[in-house]
């Protein structure tokens, strides 16, 4: 039995910390990510009313990385061809800044995304999954 403490500690340190994020507070975070980006469910219903400049955010947690119908940049490009998936932890690390995002994960740092959320990705994402059944 000795050997099941150092175990367990292991996988204790292996397993990561997942964005607990508001739901609440991350819909009234979105209200800084509209001015580019809406969410509008593929029949048309639009749950939140945002700008055109950014893709649609609806389905974002659980789909590849630019995979929507939208021109992204190269580094977004580079993390599409790899296979990178959205999920809570990502796209809340990814808001925060996002050249920084792509530099750590070993794609090109060029995005079309400026803006960096300094606090509430963690509840933007959960808002953001709340608002759509999580992609297979």
């Not at 000795?2 to 209200?31: C, H, Q, S």
């Not at 969410?39 to 400049?53: A, F, N, Q, S």
Request: proline letters at 4%; glycine letters at 12%.
């Amino acid at each position: 039995m000795k050997f099941l403490a150092p175990a367990i500690a292991a996988l204790m340190v292996a397993t990561p910390v997942l964005a607990e994020g508001d739901v609440d507070a991350g819909e009234k975070g979105f209200k800084k990510c509209k001015a580019c980006h809406t969410i509008t469910t593929p029949d048309g219903e639009v749950l939140y009313k945002g700008g055109r400049t950014g893709p649609n955010l609806y389905g974002v947690i659980g789909r590849t990385v630019g995979a929507e119908d939208f021109k992204y940049g190269a580094g977004l490009q580079e993390a599409n061809a790899a296979g990178a998936v959205w999920t809570e932890d990502t796209l809340a690390a990814y808001v925060v800044d996002p050249k920084a995002w792509l530099a750590d994960n070993g794609y090109a740092t060029k995005s079309k995304m400026t803006f960096k959320l300094k606090k509430g990705g963690a509840d933007v994402a959960a808002y953001l999954a709340s608002l759509a059944p999580a992609a297979e």
